[in-house]
């Protein structure tokens, strides 16, 4: 069976410093991949998607980036932290290929910025 | 561009039936997922369709209709654990392997006793 881990579960980092979040899938090949955001109270944002290693697709202009450097590995990174990167942020998979199946969450960080 | 509309929130009673609707947007259509998400959690899948008709899951059902592109969530028999944010999202394929998942903002259901 698949499965998806995702880190921290909570973070508080200051303006200014540098963030790394890490999710892996098990159990799978060549998965899609997806960074989330969820500020308070609202929906999933999309930050960036992956279908292969390497291949990193990102849907809005922001202070974030993202990197695949191995088939089930999927890192979100910022250089300076911004008060407005603080929310919710969730990794997930999905089967390869069609994009109709449904994507798998991880259990999520939440970032605060301070 | 694409977009995906929900109420922000609803309210309905134990036991009642509530059914909550989703119009979007798309180019590439390739599926309609509905999610619940309690607070805190991360979403949990509930349904899928892709093609136009009514897909029945115990108290769950959700509809499509792919030429108006609009689908709804049926909740019969509701219970207070199922008060929860409801997430209506749409699976995006614009060409060979681009593929995306994208969500509206949710809608907030809130169960009274």
């Known amino acids: 069976s698949q499965t998806i881990h995702q880190w921290p579960a909570t973070l508080v980092q200051p303006v200014g410093s540098p963030l790394s979040l890490e999710c892996t899938v098990e159990?799978?090949?060549?998965?899609?991949l997806y960074w989330y955001r969820q500020a308070a109270g609202r929906g999933l944002q999309l930050l960036f998607y992956?279908?292969?290693?390497?291949?990193i697709s990102s849907e809005v202009p922001q202070n974030l980036s993202a990197s695949r450097p191995q088939d089930r590995q999927f890192i979100l990174s910022s250089k300076k932290l911004l008060l407005s990167d603080s929310g919710f942020y969730l990794c997930a998979w999905s089967f390869p290929g069609a994009g109709n199946t449904e994507a798998f969450f991880g259990q999520g960080t939440r970032l605060t910025v301070v | 561009g694409q977009n995906i509309d929900q109420p922000t929130e609803m309210t309905a009673t134990e036991g009642a039936i509530v059914q909550i609707n989703c119009t979007y947007q798309?180019?590439?259509?390739?599926?309609l997922f509905w999610y619940q998400q309690h607070a805190g959690e991360a979403p949990t899948f509930l349904s899928y369709n892709v093609l136009d008709g009514l897909e029945e899951k115990g108290r769950f059902s959700s509809f499509l209709s792919r030429s108006k592109g609009y689908s709804y969530l049926l909740l019969k028999e509701l219970q207070m654990k199922d008060s929860a944010s409801y997430l209506c999202a749409v699976g995006i394929r614009r060409k060979n392997r681009d593929d995306k998942i994208i969500f509206g903002k949710g809608t907030r259901l809130h169960i009274l006793p």
């Open positions: 159990g799978t090949s060549n998965p899609n």
């Open positions: 992956s279908v292969g290693i390497g291949q």
């Open positions: 798309t180019s590439g259509f390739n599926g």
